[in-house]
C-alpha cells in the first residue's frame, strides 16, 4: 500500500480509546516512535464505559501499572460477573460469572455431569459450583488462585471503574513517557490527492498535525475512518434492536457490590455499575418500543439513591465499520464499530485492537496484506460478541410485551444458531477462532435462560446417580466454605486504599 516507514502516529481523540492506544504504543515501543494525541475539552468524551471483563487486568499489568494505585485513582471495586435479572423469565436471575464452574474434565465439560444429574432429579443450581457466583453474592473478595486442596480455579475478576478518571490516569502515564497531548478541534483532514491517504489533521487554530499512521479514536463519528474515507459501516440493528441509552450517576449504597446487575424490563434493559463514590445507571432500549420519556422516567424510579447529574441520552447504531484499518488509518474505540454494552465489551475491543496493531506494527510501510489480517481478525471478534449478545435477547420466554416475543422469533445469524442448535443436542461448545467468550461463559448464558441440552457426555455414565450426587455435593461445600473465608469486598477495597 505504501512503503513509507512509520515514524510519526497521530491519535485523534482522548476518550478511553485514545489514551489506551497512546499508552501501549509508548510503552512498547517507546522514543522509536514519536507520538502525538489530538482531543478537544469542548467536544469532551462520550463518558461512559464503567464495566470490564477480566483481560484488562492483563492490560494494566503489560503496561506496568500497580493495581492498588489503578484501584485508588479510577475508583475502581472488583467485578466478578454480571448478573442478569428478568431476561429468561420476569422473575428469574442467573449469573454470568467469570472464572469456572465446577471440575471439567479434558474431555468432558462440568455442565454434563450436572445435566445428568438434573435428568436424574438430583436438583442443584449451576452457580452452586461457581465461586465466583458465590463471593458474589457474599458480597466477597480476596485473591484466590486456586481452592486449596483441589484442583479448583479460584476467583476471576475484572473491575468496575470511572471511565474519565482512568483516562486521566493514562493520560500521566503517557505524558510521563513522552506522548505529546494537543488539546484542539480538528476542522480539516488533508489527504492525499492521488492515494487518498490521510496525510494532516488541521485544528480550527491552523496548527497542522501530520504524520504517517493515523489512529481514529475520534468516538462514534468516526470522523477519519468514515467522514475522510467513507469505509462503510455493517449495520446489525436487525440483530440487535436497542439504539438508545440513557445514563445517569447517582449516589452509593451499601454494600458496594462486586457484580454488574442487567435487568430487563419491557423494551430493553437497564445498568447498575457500583464504583466506590457513586452508582452508575443506565437504561439501554430500542426506540421502535418505547420513547424517550418513557424510558427516562423508567430509569429515574428506579435509583439507588439521590442522581448526581441529569440523564444523559445517547443514540447509537449496533455494528461494525467494514474495514477497522483503512488506508493509514486505523480505528479504535467507537469509531470502529459498537456493540451495545450488554456484556461490557468495548473496553476489551479497545485493548484488542490495540494489541493488534502492536503485534502487526507497519514500522517499515503499510502492508496490504498485513491490513487485511487485521481486518479478518476484527471482524472475526466482532461478530462473536455480536452472537454472544444477540443470544440473551434470542433465548427469552417472557411474553409480557412485543419487544420480547419479536426478539425471540429473531432470524439469528448462522452461526449463532449451529451454537445453539449444537448445545440443545450434547451440551457442547466450541471455542472458535480464539473468540472472547469461554465454553463456562456461554454455558451460563444457555442454561440460565432455560436452555437446556438434551443430552450429555457419556463419560458422566462413569458415575452412579448416588455417585453423581456425592460428588457434586462435595464440590457445593467446598466452594461455599471457600466462599464463606473470603472477608468482604468492603474490606479488601480499603487495604487497597490504605
Ligand atoms: C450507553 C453506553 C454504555 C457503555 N458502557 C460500557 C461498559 O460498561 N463497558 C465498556 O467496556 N464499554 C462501554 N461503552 C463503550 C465505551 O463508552 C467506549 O468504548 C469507550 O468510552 C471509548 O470511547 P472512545 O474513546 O472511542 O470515544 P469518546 O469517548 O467519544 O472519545 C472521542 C474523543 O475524540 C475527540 N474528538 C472527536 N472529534 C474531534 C475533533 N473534531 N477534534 C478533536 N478531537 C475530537 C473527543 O474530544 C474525545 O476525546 C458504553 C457505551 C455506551 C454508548
Not at 391 to 407: E, G, T, V
Request: aromatic content about 10%.
Amino acid at each position: 500500500m505504501n512503503n513509507k516507514s512509520v515514524n510519526n502516529v497521530v491519535i485523534l481523540g482522548g476518550g478511553t480509546a485514545g489514551w489506551m492506544t497512546a499508552a501501549l504504543l509508548v510503552k512498547t515501543f517507546g522514543k522509536r516512535l514519536n507520538i502525538k494525541l489530538v482531543e478537544s475539552e469542548e467536544i469532551g468524551s462520550i463518558g461512559v464505559g464503567e464495566a470490564t471483563i477480566p483481560p484488562i487486568i492483563h492490560f494494566n499489568d503489560e503496561l506496568g501499572i500497580d493495581p492498588k494505585a489503578f484501584i485508588k485513582e479510577t475508583k475502581a471495586t472488583i467485578k466478578l460477573g454480571i448478573e442478569f435479572e428478568n431476561w429468561g423469565n420476569i422473575g428469574e436471575s442467573y449469573m454470568h460469572a467469570f472464572g469456572d464452574v465446577g471440575k471439567s474434565f479434558p474431555l468432558c465439560d462440568f455442565n454434563h455431569f450436572w445435566v445428568k444429574a438434573q435428568k436424574e432429579g438430583v436438583d442443584f443450581n449451576f452457580w452452586d459450583f461457581s465461586l465466583n457466583y458465590q463471593a458474589a453474592k457474599r458480597n466477597a473478595f480476596a485473591h484466590v488462585d486456586k481452592i486449596p486442596g483441589l484442583n479448583l480455579a479460584g476467583l476471576a475478576f475484572a473491575f468496575h471503574f470511572d471511565a474519565g478518571l482512568y483516562a486521566q490516569f493514562l493520560r500521566k502515564y503517557c505524558e510521563q513517557r513522552g506522548v505529546t497531548r494537543i488539546e484542539g478541534k480538528v476542522s480539516e483532514v488533508k489527504q492525499n490527492s492521488q492515494t487518498g491517504d490521510v496525510e494532516s489533521l488541521v485544528l480550527e487554530s491552523g496548527e497542522s498535525i501530520s504524520g504517517e499512521l493515523f489512529v481514529d479514536c475520534s468516538g462514534i463519528r468516526g470522523l477519519l475512518i468514515e467522514q475522510s474515507l467513507n469505509t462503510g459501516y455493517e449495520d446489525w440493528s436487525h440483530w440487535l434492536p436497542a439504539d438508545t441509552a440513557i445514563a445517569v450517576p447517582c449516589e452509593s449504597v451499601e454494600p458496594i457490590t462486586p457484580y454488574t446487575r442487567s435487568i430487563a424490563h419491557e423494551s430493553g434493559w437497564q445498568w447498575r455499575i457500583p464504583l466506590q463514590h457513586r452508582i452508575g445507571n443506565g437504561i439501554v432500549y430500542s426506540s421502535k418500543y418505547m420513547s424517550d420519556e418513557e424510558a427516562e422516567a423508567k430509569l429515574m424510579s428506579n435509583l439507588d439513591g439521590k442522581p448526581l447529574a441529569d440523564p444523559k441520552l445517547i443514540r447509537f447504531k449496533v455494528g461494525r465499520r467494514l474495514k477497522q484499518w483503512n488506508r493509514n488509518v486505523v480505528s479504535i474505540g467507537l469509531s470502529s464499530g459498537f456493540l451495545e454494552p450488554l456484556e461490557s465489551t468495548s473496553i476489551h475491543l479497545i485493548q484488542s485492537a490495540v494489541v493488534r496493531l502492536v503485534k502487526m506494527f507497519p514500522h517499515h510501510g503499510i502492508n496490504e496484506t498485513m491490513v487485511d489480517e487485521f481486518n479478518k481478525q476484527s471482524r472475526i471478534e466482532f461478530e462473536r460478541i455480536r452472537d454472544f449478545i444477540i443470544l440473551h435477547y434470542k433465548l427469552n420466554h417472557r411474553q409480557d410485551s412485543k419487544f420480547w416475543q419479536d426478539c425471540s422469533r429473531l432470524d439469528v445469524p448462522k452461526s449463532l444458531q449451529q451454537k445453539m442448535d449444537v448445545f440443545k443436542a450434547s451440551g457442547l461448545v466450541f471455542r472458535e477462532n480464539d473468540e472472547l467468550f469461554t465454553k463456562i461463559g456461554w454455558q451460563q448464558v444457555f442454561i440460565g435462560q432455560g436452555l437446556i441440552p438434551e443430552d450429555y457426555h457419556r463419560t458422566v455414565e462413569q458415575l452412579s446417580t448416588e455417585e453423581l450426587a456425592e460428588m457434586l455435593t462435595s464440590v457445593k461445600q467446598i466452594i461455599a466454605k471457600t466462599a464463606d473465608k473470603l472477608p468482604s469486598h468492603k474490606e479488601y477495597l480499603e487495604a487497597c486504599l490504605k
